[in-house]
């Protein structure tokens, strides 16, 4: 997932969105997202969301499969969203729950109106831990039945968790985890399909994903002890996430850290002096 770059004058920046995407693809990532959580969706106007899919559309330039996130309140907003999408060349739409919290019959009626609007494999981003809204798997069965392109689960839970809902679908739709790459190897072991980071260990994850996929779940792990201290200390919250997950992802970039765009948590002295050692710690990224 790409993180949103911003300069003082609170514009999108360029150079730094397309040198995101060349690290992943540089790194082996067999994908590119944008617009979920960590591309801090919920602060960008249309015409900013609309920018970031044809920038990212345009610099992966068919390289790999591009996922786009759908964060609407509402379902003309939301089809109107995926269906530009769509349109631009997206592989695969993230649907993001409206907020305030609806009820399941609410959601299944929502999500499906959508999906039903586009021709594109679609996932559910169920996330209840961060946006206080999610489906059980019963839901998300249901939905599946009912509109077949809803064929993919975004989780963001623990490895427990999602191995109990991986159980509960048995093989019916792919399920693919986040968190920054949380309980990695447990999450593969679970049997994710795969995982949605952020960019800012996104070469080590690719390794320990390789590693996982032929057996060398010794090697993944060593690989795992050297990514979790970075993780532990940006998952903190949705809110220390986007401001020190993007810093390390700055500072391995190379790229001068992003303005805030508000409302933001506030780095500390502390936050500032930890985060360059954690990226210092990790190396440059590709």
Sequence with gaps: MLYAFFDEADRLRRTAHKRQIEAALKSGATGVAVLGLGTEVQKLGRHERRMLVEWTLEDVSKRAPVAVTIADGNIPDMIESAKFAESAG???????PPRPPASSVDLIKFFGAVADA??????????????????????????????????????????IAVAEMIRK?????????????????????AGCDGMIPGIETIDLQVKIFDAMKVGKSDEAEALYQKLIPAIAFAMQGLGAFLLYGKLIAA????????????????????????????????????
Excluded: C, Y
Excluded at 90 to 96: E, G, N, R, V
């Design 169 to 189: 679908i048995d093989g019916r739709m792919r399920v693919l985890n986040g968190r920054a790459g949380l309980e990695l190897t447990d999450n593969l072991r």
């Design 90 to 96: 997206a592989s695969w739409l993230i649907l993001q």
């Design 251 to 286: 500072h391995r970039l190379g790229l001068e850290p992003s303005a805030l765009r508000v409302p933001t948590d506030r780095p500390t002295e502390a936050g500032l002096e930890w985060t360059r050692r954690f990226a210092e710690a990790l190396g440059p990224l590709p």
């Design 118 to 159: 586009v021709s594109l494999p679609i996932a559910i981003q169920n996330a209840p831990e961060f946006l206080g809204i999610g489906l059980s798997a019963e839901d998300l069965l249901a939905l599946n039945k009912a509109h077949p392109n809803v064929s993919i689960v975004k989780a963001e839970s623990t490895a």
